[in-house]
C-alpha cells in the first residue's frame, strides 16, 4: 500500500459502488458486497485489493494475480484466475484512475490563509481557499472557492483563479487568467513576457508583450514549465490539456482542448495545435504552423512545416513516420553494406 | 487594447513625438500633430492606432488596414491605403518596439522594502529600488537604484547588482556580479556550482567552482534558466545578450555581445561564442569549442566542432545548412527509390 | 585566486599534508615542509600554488608552469619544470578535487533556524541545522543534523532527509526519502505526480501516483531538476548519482549507484538503469528500457531500445556509435557525389 507518511487512503468500498465509480459491470457472478479497501498492480495485489489489466502483455501476470478484484475489458475476462471478482469495462485504465482517486482523495489542507502568507489587502480569497505560508498574493488578484495555493508560490497582480485550482510550491503567475479544477504543478512560470524584441548591431530592442496567459478549465501544467504570454495576442491552453515537466510555450501559442504535451517538448511563438494533439518528449515545433487535430507528434521531432489531422510525424526535420522509418532502414543497410565489422546490432 | 488589469497605457502622443521616438520621418504629408493613443496589429488598429509592417508578407493586410498610422520600410510605403499617416524608416519593426514601449513603459512597483522581505542589515539597497514581500536578501548583498526584486527571489551573499535591474519572482542568484539594465525573469537560476566532479568508481568527487558568474548590461535571462558559475575562470554573459526559457549555460562559458539564444538550447563548459551568434531552440553544443561572430545555429543542432564567423550549421552533428539540405533530400530520394507506397509528402 | 567576496580560502597546508588528502606520493625530491596556500590552473598558478595536469594535452602547459606544486601522473612526471614539487598519483584530478575542497571547504551558514523561517511545530530539525528565510517546513518533516535549507525552500509534509543534506534556494520536496550528504541545487523539484492519466476524449482522467522519490546518499541534483515521485513503485536515485541541470526524471525510473545524468536530458517513466550509466546532454531514453551497466548514452541520442552493459549509442534512434559514425560518414560522401559546390566541410 501507499506511505501512510505521504497519503491518506479513504474507503473500504463494495464492489458494487466501485463498480459505480469505474462505469464497469461486475462480472463472473462476483458478490457484489465484496469490500476492496487498496488498489495494487497485478503482481503484488493480494485480498481485498483491485487491480486492473489494461494491456494485452500483462495477460500472464492477469491470469496469476492473487488480486481479490480486477477491473478488465471484456475481451480478456476470460482469462481471470478462478476466484477473482471482476469488473468488465472497455476501459479499464481509466476505470482503475477513477476507483484510484476514490481510494486517494486529494487531501484538503487546512482552509484559510496561513499567517506567514501575505497576501494584499485588495487581492480576494473565495470561500474554503487555502494560502500556505510564504504564497505571495498580489493586488487585485482574485482567487475562487476551494483552492490551495502551496508554499511560496507568487500570484501576480490582478491574476484571476476559478474554483478547485491548485498552484503548486514555487511557482509563479502573472498576466493570466486561470480556470477551475486546473492544476500548476511546482515551479511552473506563467505569464512572463514572450522572447520579442527587435534585432539590431547597435543593441536589441524589447517589444513590449502586451497579451495574456488564458489557461482553460482542467489543465495540468507541469513542474518548472514555462509559458510565455502574447505579444498582442493572447496564448492559450485549451480546456483538459495535460502538459508535463520542463515543457516550454512560446507567445500567442495555442492549444486545442485535450492535447498532450510530454516532458521537455517546445513550441515557438504564434503555433496553433488544434484539439487532442500529442507532442512526445524533447520533441520541438517551429512558429506560426498549425498543427492538425490528433496528430501525433514522436519524440525528439523537429516540426518545420504544417501537420495535417491525424498524421503521425517523426524525426528532424519531421516527416511521415513510415517515411522516417524506410530512411532508418536504408541507412542501416546501406552503412552495412559499406562499412566492415558491422554487426548489426542497432541499441 | 491591451487588458488594462494588467497594462497601464501611457500617452495619448503626436505622430511628431512618436516620429522622434522611433527615429522616423513622417511621411506622405501626414500631420505631425494627429495624435495616437495606442498600438495595435494591422488588421486589429483603427482610429487613433499606431501600426507596422515590417515583412513583405504582410504587404496586403498594410493595405487593407484601417490604422491611423503605420511604420513602414520606405520601400513599401507607397502601397499604404489613402488617409494613413506612415512613419517611415529603414527599421520599422525597431520602430514598433519603442513607440510600443512608450505607449506601456515598465510600471513602476512602489519603491521601497516590503516589510515582509527578508533583508540582512548589512546588504545595501540603492534609491528607489523596491523589494517585493517574500525576497531575501543576504549579507553583504549590493543593489543599485531603482532596481525591482520581485517576490519570493533570493540575492545570495555578497551578490553584487547594477541600477535599474530587475530579478523576477523566485529566482536565485549566486555567486555573481549583475549589471544595470539587466532583467532576470522568473525562476533562473544563476551562480550554482558548475557540474564538475572527478569520475571514480569508489564514488564521483566533487570539485570545488571557484568562479563567478557576470552578466553585463543590457542582458535578458529567460524563465527557469540555468547559468552556472566558473569553475575557476568566470561565466560570463556579454552586453546585450537575449537568454530565453529553460537554456542551460555551463561553467566558464563565455557568452560575446548581442548573442540569442533561444529556448531549451544549452551549452555545454568552457565554450566561447563571440559577438551576435544566434543559438536557435533546443540546439546544443558541447564544450571547450568556439563559436565566431554571427554564426548561426540552426534549432536541434548538436555543435560538436568549432564554428567559423557567419556560418550557418544545422544538424546533429552539426554540419554547414547547404550540406544538410543536401543529405535531407537525397535521403528522401533515395528511400522513394527503394520503398514502396511512398508519397512524397514529409510532414 | 577566487573572489573573497564569494570564497573564503582555508590553509596554508603542507605539501606533506596535501599528499596525505590526495591519496599522492611527494615526487622528486620535494620538500615535504613547502607550504601551499591556494589552487590554481597550470598557466596561473605561481608561487605557493598547487595545480594538476590531468590531461596529456595540457602536457606543454605544465611544462612552462610556474606552480609551486602540481598533482601528476607517474608517466608524465618526468616532464616537470625544474624546481616544482610533484604530487604523484594515478588519479591527479581526484588528487585536485579532494585538495581544493580542502583550500575551499563549504562554507557553513550560521547554524540555527532562522525567525523568518516557517517551520511547522511538528517538523523535527536536527542538531547544527540551519533553515534560512523564508524556507518553509512543513508539518512531520524529519531533517537530519547539520543540514543546511536555503532561503525559501520548501520541505513538504513527512518529508525525510539525513544528515550534512543541503537543499537549495526555491527548491521545493514532497513525497520523499532522502539521504545524507545529499545536494539538492536551487530550484529543483521533487516528489510531484508523475506524469499519469487514462486518456480519453471526454476529458483526460488523473490517475493517482501513490509512490516516493527515493534518493540516496551522496547525491547530486541539479538545479531546476524535475524527478517525479512513482506511480505505485518508488522513483529512486541511486548512491551517488551527480544530476546535471534541468534534467527530467519520469515516475518509477530508476538509477542505480553512480550515473551521471547531463544537462537537459530526459527519463521516461519505469527505465532502469544499471550502476555508472552516463548519459551525455540533451539525451532521451523512452520509457520502460533497462540499460545495462556503464554504458554510455550520446548527447542528443534518442534511446528506443534495451541498452547492453558498458555499450556506447548515439542517435535519433540511438544505435552503436561506430554504425552511427559510418552512416554520418557515408552520408557525407553521398551527398557531396550528387550535390555540387560541396566543400566538404562539415561544421
Avoid: W
Avoid at 504564434?270 to 518528449?281: E, I, Q
Amino acid at each position: 500500500m501507499a506511505d501512510p507518511r505521504f497519503f491518506t487512503r479513504a474507503g473500504p468500498f463494495t464492489l458494487r459502488r466501485l463498480a459505480e465509480i469505474a462505469g464497469a459491470e461486475i462480472g463472473n457472478g462476483a458478490d457484489p458486497e465484496l469490500t476492496l479497501e487498496d488498489v495494487a498492480p497485478l503482481e503484488a495485489a493480494g485480498p481485498g485489493q483491485l487491480s486492473f489489466l489494461d494491456n494485452r502483455r500483462y495477460v500472464d501476470a492477469f491470469a496469476a494475480s492473487k488480486a481479490a478484484a480486477c477491473l478488465v475489458h471484456p475481451d480478456l475476462a476470460g482469462r481471470a484466475p478462478p476466484g477473482m471478482a471482476l469488473l468488465v469495462t472497455r476501459k479499464p485504465y481509466k476505470g482503475y484512475a477513477l476507483c484510484a482517486q476514490a481510494f486517494y482523495p486529494e487531501p484538503s489542507p487546512a482552509a484559510g490563509v496561513s499567517p506567514a502568507a501575505h497576501v494584499d489587502p485588495t487581492a480576494e480569497i473565495g470561500v474554503g481557499t487555502s494560502v500556505a505560508p510564504g504564497a505571495v498574493i498580489e493586488a487585485g488578484a482574485r482567487i475562487g472557492a476551494r483552492c490551495r495555493i502551496d508554499a511560496n508560490a507568487v500570484i501576480g497582480r490582478n491574476v484571476q483563479i476559478g474554483d478547485d485550482t491548485r498552484i503548486g510550491a514555487c511557482a509563479s503567475l502573472s498576466h493570466c487568467v486561470v480556470g477551475a479544477r486546473v492544476h500548476v504543478y511546482t515551479g511552473a512560470r506563467i505569464g512572463q513576457d514572450g522572447f520579442g524584441f527587435a534585432m539590431d548591431a547597435a543593441g536589441h530592442v524589447r517589444v513590449p508583450q502586451l497579451g495574456r496567459v488564458i489557461i482553460e478549465d482542467d489543465v495540468e501544467v507541469g513542474a518548472n514549465v514555462t509559458i510565455d504570454r502574447g505579444a498582442g495576442p493572447d496564448t492559450v491552453i485549451g480546456r483538459g490539456c495535460m502538459i508535463d515537466n520542463l515543457v516550454q510555450i512560446g507567445h500567442n501559442v495555442h492549444l486545442g482542448p485535450g492535447c498532450v504535451i510530454v516532458a521537455q517538448s517546445g513550441i515557438s511563438g504564434s503555433t496553433k495545435l488544434d484539439h487532442h494533439v500529442v507532442l512526445a518528449a524533447q520533441a520541438g515545433i517551429t512558429g506560426h504552423l498549425k498543427i492538425g487535430a490528433g496528430a501525433r507528434i514522436a519524440a525528439q521531432s523537429g516540426v518545420m512545416r504544417d501537420v495535417e489531422p491525424g498524421a503521425e510525424v517523426c524525426g528532424s526535420p519531421a516527416m511521415p513516420i513510415r517515411q522516417f522509418m524506410r530512411q532508418v532502414a536504408l541507412l542501416g543497410r546501406l552503412s552495412r553494406g559499406k562499412g566492415s565489422g558491422g554487426d548489426g546490432r542497432d541499441g
